[in-house]
């Protein structure tokens, strides 16, 4: 850790004294706990990530706009490759986190879909997950030549996306990326938001918590404000199995372009392949075989 804890140490925003541990539990960036006289406060290192589509300068302006709006801790320093924000005293969700509380996190993305358009500011950022799902696919296919049937099913799922009204959305709704501080919960890692369609974020959440039949149901409901009709239901299937298969393919492309501490994309691939292929099955049990 000592290239990172001389980089911390030479930041200018501290009080005092500092020290600092390592905050487990990213996939792609480095993150610290740095304690000095103000209190807590969590540091962030990262660059551009040009293969995720991932840039800094438009996370660091999603993250203060999340801020203003009420739904993420306070940004209180930042520089090129390092974003500094203040700690909550807060639980991190797993997903048995989340299937318990779909009521409450379906309220929370309908209050962040509909309040985030007043706050983000500078060029408007498109995140349309079919459109990320074809671009790791041509980034892949010089590495491998067994992914064309995602494609195929990947063009399927989106022709049965229904309208929605367009939504700024997080985008990346894995269950660590939501604190609870025993009143509200929070958001944080604003990597991949912008502009889009909140059925991923519905079904991003509902995959990557392991959500039941009945919690899905609930989270839905909450966000719609009542039974959800049949065209919706179909298409948040379909959106689920997307969800699942964008982050197989964002689990091969890491592994092709990153080396965090402790990750092993590899694994992290194999175990969202593993989900994609049982929400598939589900998807084709219950509406029929995928017909291009």
């Not at 500094?84 to 797993?94: G, K, R, S």
């Not at 939501?178 to 912008?194: P, R, T």
């Not at 969202?272 to 029929?288: C, K």
Request: include cysteine.
């Amino acid at each position: 850790m000592s290239n990172d804890e001389d980089r911390i140490r030479a930041l200018s925003c501290w009080n005092g004294s500092i020290s600092i541990a390592i905050l487990k539990g990213g996939l792609s960036n480095a993150n610290f706990l740095v304690a000095d006289a103000d209190g807590k406060h969590v540091v962030r290192f990262g660059v551009d990530y040009p293969f995720h589509q991932v840039s800094r300068e438009r996370e660091l302006m999603v993250a203060r706009a999340a801020h203003a709006a009420g739904f993420a801790p306070r940004v209180e320093f930042a520089e090129t490759g390092v974003m500094v924000t203040e700690f909550l005293d807060a639980q991190t969700f797993t997903a048995m986190d989340i299937k318990v509380n779909p009521e409450r996190i379906g309220k929370l993305l309908r209050n962040f879909h509909e309040t985030m358009l007043n706050h983000v500011s500078g060029p408007a950022y498109m995140f349309w997950p079919f459109h990320v799902i074809r671009d790791y696919l041509r980034t892949l296919q010089t590495h491998r030549s067994d992914l064309a049937q995602f494609l195929v099913v990947a063009t399927a799922f989106e022709k049965l996306q229904t309208p929605l009204p367009i939504v700024f959305g997080h985008n990346d709704l894995l269950p660590a990326n939501f604190l609870d501080d025993g009143k509200e919960l929070w958001l944080i890692d604003f990597e991949y938001a912008g502009f889009g369609t909140a059925m991923f974020d519905l079904a991003g959440v509902s995959s990557n918590g392991l959500m039941h039949p009945d919690e899905k149901a609930m989270l839905l409901r909450a966000y719609f404000g009542g039974e959800p009709d049949a065209n919706v239901m179909r298409s948040f299937a379909a959106m689920e199995c997307a969800s699942l298969l964008r982050e197989t393919l964002w689990g091969m492309v890491s592994g092709l372009f990153l080396a965090a501490p402790g990750v092993d994309y590899d694994a992290y691939t194999s175990e969202n392949l593993n989900r994609y292929l049982a929400s598939l099955d589900a998807y084709q049990n219950q509406y029929g075989k995928i017909v291009i």
